[in-house]
């Protein structure tokens, strides 16, 4: 049994530790924040980074120091919503930037529209078919504005633009931007109630008070009411 001034030895030891120094005691501890009860696969998108994951969930481990299952549970939630919050910025990069290259497709293609007119010809000299064939007045000009409508259709399919097309097409409405400032209020109100939460049962433990938080009526505008 370990006497009270080694249990204070021990308890001023792990005031003065600052977590892993070896690049080895770093990579499993990074892999030990995204195995304990935040199921990574679930949390990641097919294009998201684990180890970034990993590393943030380590940061926010070592700042906010948990002690015990519900603490640990507390912080998994925290950097659960933490990731997911910084998502936005990217979906709402996305969304905007898979509208702007179909608005510039759509100006190309009406470009090279203009390029080409209608005249009546053989279609099939063999079967004596006959209707409309598609002459090019500007080759250059065709060809050039063809060029612009596929590449920004191509950009349509960059990563940042599907991202934001995926939201959209989940929103099933044009409104995805509103739609989406809504979700990252109400995450955002989730990570504050899960970090308070968490700051009250530290508190506690350490015999002290922590005041509820303040109520907040948030409308759909994004205006906090208190």
């Known amino acids: 049994m370990s006497s009270l001034p080694q249990i204070e030895a021990n308890r ?7 977590g892993p120094k070896t690049f080895e005691g770093k ?3 990074a892999r030990n924040s995204v195995k304990h009860g935040l199921l990574a696969h679930q949390i ?17 481990r070592e700042e906010l120091q948990p002690t015990g299952e519900l603490e640990s549970r507390l912080v998994d939630r925290i950097i659960e919503l933490a990731w997911r919050l910084g998502r936005f910025g990217k979906i709402e990069a996305g969304i905007l930037s898979w509208h ?19 005249i009546p010809g053989p279609l099939d000299t ?8 598609t002459q090019v007045l500007d080759t250059a ?7 612009e409508q596929r590449k920004h259709e191509l950009d349509r399919e960059s990563d940042t633009a599907t991202c934001g ?21 109400a995450i955002e ?3 504050f109630k899960a970090y308070h939460e968490l700051q009250r049962l530290q508190a506690s433990r350490q015999g002290k008070e922590v005041p509820l938080p303040v109520a907040l009526d948030v409308n759909i505008s994004g205006v906090e009411r208190r």
Do not use: C, W
């Open 141 to 147: 000009e065709h060809g050039q504005a063809v060029a």
């Open 12 to 18: 001023r030891n792990g005031k003065l530790s600052k």
């Open 27 to 29: 990579a499993i501890a």
């Open 165 to 185: 097309e995926a939201f959209v097409r989940d929103s099933r409405t044009e409104n995805a931007l509103p739609k989406l400032s809504r979700y990252e209020t």
């Open 44 to 60: 990641l998108l097919p294009n998201e980074d684990a180890s970034a994951l990993a590393e943030m969930g380590q940061r926010l």
């Open 189 to 191: 109100r989730s990570l």
């Open 100 to 118: 702007y290259y179909g608005v510039l497709a759509e100006r190309a293609g009406k470009k090279a529209a203009k390029q080409t007119r209608k």
């Open 126 to 133: 063999h079967l004596g078919a006959y209707g409309e064939k």
